[in-house]
């Protein structure tokens, strides 16, 4: 085994075997502190062995036997390692590096057991998305994707007492699970169509088009539904509010790195097999589109600060998938490590705050800058970066993927995703003034947050800079003939969102609540979540519990009732025979001798 | 000539007032005289084939079995006589000391 496999190897078995030591070690899971601190180490050790294999730029693949069979294996294990996977490894323990960091002093009021509980679910996250990345064939990374589902939903339920974090984790699970079970079907549709999980054998099929197979556009339609699920597009969307519930680190992890990023990754590494079906590209384009703008416009309207950046989380995971499915898959993934770095910077410096006041309620912060300069500082970079503003690395991003999607002609998701842009500046502004800036509410005195939180969020907002110039000094993933008159398009839109929200929430010019009066039907839909939540829950209700009802009503009075049925005969039966055991030696000799005279007459009758 | 059946049905006659006795007498006494008469029952029986196969294995039991009802009718008569003394009854439905 080569260096090139070695080391990937390492970087995925560092969180692995870290969390076997917590899982099976208690007294040291029980210490908490001590827990986060092998948890730590492990995931440095994997961050910098990923930050090697990337600079190195290495290139291989491996992969075991795992189900073994006549003329070749059915299904194999290993790793894919190329830039792609490269790029990924270093983003996943990077994010998830600095979250447990962070974690140490956010969760620093827990009990001991449940901090060491969060660090083994953290180490097991973490190499849940590992193996999702290195996977090499369809099989694996439908295995890692589903631990991956399982450990989002233990982090969000991290505090199951608490019975809205607990519906949210189930609701989750379940939400993606929809989109699971469509990514599995196509994935045995395509084994079974083709003969092989593997990534390379289908891309190499792929480019001699052999795989001219019926029905291919439905099996990549099932695959992208996976994805649909996991990446929160729409309509299976839903269950990413929801999650806020979960500490703000594990928000942060989810939202930056991990998880939400599955299905842009799978998309974007089996860029080659959509590119066989145009039909699924283009939807795929348009339902990123409209998830984009959807999620957008329900950010505006949102006063928790967790749940505008999980809008907003939605809303960029909607450009994504629209570059993807506009043919520019390594502008989508671009834009997916950029957003990677200044969200987890946003979700961190949303958490510093509420540390500090102790509420998600944007209009019970306020005025809070001049209390915490420095996590003003680093949001207002996030935002920047989100809001896409040079030399910020989302702007670069940004721009490759409204090029990449101009350039597939798609006219319809290219104006939806500029004026997502313009929302996107807007509700980040608001945020950014409503609780930073204008007249104090807070209660109590918020105070800067601990060191070990601050360091992170410097980090990050340096990394989220250092990676913006970087971009505008090499380029950055080539966004095709982009048009001249883009960049000045994409800032001017985020310089408008600016004033917008600089107008109504820090001028005062415009009046919010006339706003809303003014666009009285669509703000009612927003608040409401376009009443997708009620559908959900309506359908849940109507056919589910339906179901479940019938089911129980069949189990309870049919089943049960036969067995009930024959217990009671039993019983009556016994109870009825009873009375011939009656004590008394007189009535037994009259059995006796009644017996005989039966056995006379027998004898008599039938011999 | 006597024949043999109507010895053996008079055997049976006896034989079932006998069992009759037993199963409807309440008093200890009435059932070991029930006993009784299902064991001379046999003992007409055993001396009727006895007569009719012409030797005298039948006669031979049946010395027997008078030696031996005698000998269990004295021991039955004195465990009534006993009961009789400690529980001042020998009703058969009411002597259920054993009874679970």
Partial sequence: MTLNVG??????????????????????????????????????????AAVFVWTQGFVAEQTWTWIPADGGPIATVGVLVDPLSNKMLVLVTLVSLLVQIYSLAYLSDERPAPLGRYYTYQSLFVFSMLGLVLAPGFLQMFVFWELVGLCSYLLIGFWYERPAAARAAVKAFWITKLGDVGFIVGIV?????????????????????????????????LIYLGAVGKSAQFPLHVWLPDAMEGPTPVSALIHAATMVTAGVYMVTRTEPLFALVPGVLTLIAWVGAFTALLAATMACVEGDIKRVLAYSTISQLGYMMAAAGSGAALAGFQHLFTHGLFKALLFLAAGAVIHAVGTNDIFRMGGLFRAMPQTGIVFIVGTLALAGVPPLAGFFSKEAVLGGVWEAHLAGPFLMLAFTALLTAFYMFRVVFVTFFGRAHAGGHPHEAPWLMRGPLWLLAALTLAYGIWLALHGGEPSGEAPAWLPPLSIGLALAGFALAWAMYQRGAIDPVRVAAALAPLDYLARRRYGLDALYAGLYRGILLGFSRLIGWIDR??????????????????????????????????????????LFVWAQVWR | MIGLSSYLVLAALVFSIGLFGVLTRRNAV?????????????????????RYNGDLIGVIFTLFTISITVAEVAVGLAIVIAIFRVRRTVEADRLDLLRG
């Fill in chain 1, 189 to 221: 549709l395509l084994w079974s169509a083709t003969g092989t999980f593997e990534f390379t054998e289908l891309f190499e099929k792929a480019e001699q088009s052999a795989l001219a197979v019926p029905g291919l556009a439905l099996i990549m339609f």
């Fill in chain 1, 557 to 598: 009075y049919f089943v049960d009732g036969i067995l009930n049925a024959l217990t009671a005969l039993t019983l009556r039966a016994g109870d009825g025979l009873r009375h011939i055991q009656s004590g008394r030696a007189q009535d037994y000799v009259y059995g006796v001798a009644f017996g005989v005279l039966l």
């Fill in chain 1, 7 to 48: 080391l990937p190897l390492l970087v995925l078995a560092m969180p692995f075997v870290s969390f076997l030591l917590l899982a099976i070690v208690g007294p040291l899971r029980r210490t908490g502190r001590g827990a986060g601190l092998v948890s730590i180490a492990a995931i440095a050790i994997s961050f910098a």
């Fill in chain 2, 30 to 50: 009435g059932i070991l005289l029930g006993i009784e008469l299902m064991l001379n029952a046999v003992n007409i029986n055993l001396v009727a084939f006895a």
